[in-house]
């Protein structure tokens, strides 16, 4: 059953990682889209978490998980390949590539909280550290591959087909997970409003010792991930002057990056400890966000690819070590709301910071708003120093439970 959940994520994450370079070529070659344009196509991708990320988990909690993960994939499918239709009509607007990307927005939302929520049902607690390391490499290595076979797409197809083969997987990862048995998540044993239970998943989140502060490193963290989003593409392209193929290839380096994080993972918590890593690895990482937009030319290429790489291989290994706690960490019952709320905060970050990185680069530049938010990456270990997880080793775990304890 994993491989089959792991195929059909690995489909989708190949395809979103092409779309991930096509439509914002598209917004900027097709449609001449303006660096505030470029922020609300960002900013479109993620506001969805903040509109429905605390619902999602209640939504998750009642519907067929299954079916759940493969309505979804048919919205984002349909909605993607409404672009390249409209172009072909000739009535394509930077509005309908917002609206697009608001639809997938919704649907991955959904999905990615009833697939997190999937994951543990079909995988051991002992097991789940090195899977999510695997899917977190596996989707490293699409987002290595993507962009650089994106870029090359848009350069032999042009922007706007290139969006069709991210739709096509979408359609594939329904397939694959509609072959996956049914199951449903943890319901409730009686009804209960969904105010009171996104209160009692939202309590136990901020009021957890490690929960806590995790999440709010990531959403700082994320508050800078939104104004990458924003600002890659323009950077490279109106302020570098990089073509299409080598752009592909620049944004590929976040690939290549997190598959070096979640190969290093288990290696580095063992090492330095799931609390204290998670703090000296985000001091690094905010060190690396500074390369990025140093250097002019070839050298400028290079602190670029340098300092996504550290930046991209660091996030990986708190994710991956932070999303593994919270799945271990949370009672079943409690699951889906647990992940929705820690979306819902750190993901309501990403669409705030790219929006907030286009205002800025209007009249300042991409470069110089790069070395702004670069300063903001200081704020998630920062959280994390000024919290409970500075007192420990490792994040602190549950008991396991005495009807697993005895399983083994």
Not at 295 to 310: C, E, K
């Amino acid at each position: 059953m994993f491989w089959r959940w792991w195929a059909a994520g690995t489909s989708s994450d190949l395809g979103s990682a092409v779309g991930g370079v096509a439509l914002p070529l598209t917004a900027l070659t097709v449609l001449d889209a303006t660096a505030f344009e470029m922020g609300m196509i960002a900013a479109a991708g993620y506001v969805a978490w903040i509109v429905i990320g605390l619902p999602a988990g209640i939504i998750v909690q009642r519907l067929p998980l299954r079916g759940t993960q493969v309505a979804a994939d048919l919205i984002r499918a349909a909605a993607v390949a409404s672009i390249p239709v409209a172009w072909w009509l000739g009535v394509l607007t930077v509005t309908q590539l917002i609206v697009a990307a608001l639809v997938v927005s919704f649907a991955h939302v959904i999905f990615f909280v009833a697939n997190t929520t999937f994951l543990p049902e079909i995988v051991s607690r002992d097991q789940l550290q090195s899977r999510n390391s695997l899917t977190s490499g596996t989707h490293a290595t699409t987002q290595l591959a993507g962009p650089s076979l994106g870029g090359l797409a848009v350069q032999l197809l042009g922007a706007v087909p290139t969006l069709l083969v991210d739709a096509v997987s979408y359609l594939v990862s329904a397939a694959l997970l509609r072959t996956l048995p049914a199951r449903h998540g943890h319901r409730p044993d009686r009804p209960t409003p969904m105010g009171a239970m996104i209160r009692e998943g939202w309590a136990f989140v901020v009021k957890h010792p490690m929960m806590g502060p995790t999440m709010w490193a990531a959403t700082a963290m994320n508050f800078v991930s939104g104004a990458y989003h924003a600002l890659f593409a323009l950077y490279l392209v109106r302020e570098l002057h990089a073509p299409a193929g080598v752009v592909g290839v620049l944004l590929a380096m976040d690939g290549l990056g997190t598959l070096i994080g979640a190969a290093l993972t288990t290696r580095v918590t063992n090492a330095l400890g799931t609390a204290r890593g998670l703090i000296i690895l985000g001091f690094v990482e905010a060190a690396g966000a500074f390369l990025i937009p140093v250097g002019t030319g070839w050298a400028a290429y290079a602190a670029f690819t340098a300092g996504v790489l550290i930046t991209a291989c660091l996030s990986c290994i708190f994710s991956v070590t932070t999303r593994t706690y919270r799945q271990i960490a949370s009672p079943p019952e409690l699951l889906s709301r647990v992940m929705a709320t820690v979306r819902f905060v750190s993901w309501g970050a990403i669409p705030v910071g790219g929006l907030v990185a286009g205002a800025l680069a209007g009249p300042f530049g991409a470069r110089a708003t790069l070395f702004v938010f670069a300063f903001a990456a200081l704020l998630g270990p920062l959280a994390l120093f000024f919290s409970p997880v500075r007192g420990e080793r490792d994040l602190v775990l549950p008991p396991v439970p005495e009807r697993e304890a005895s399983a083994r």
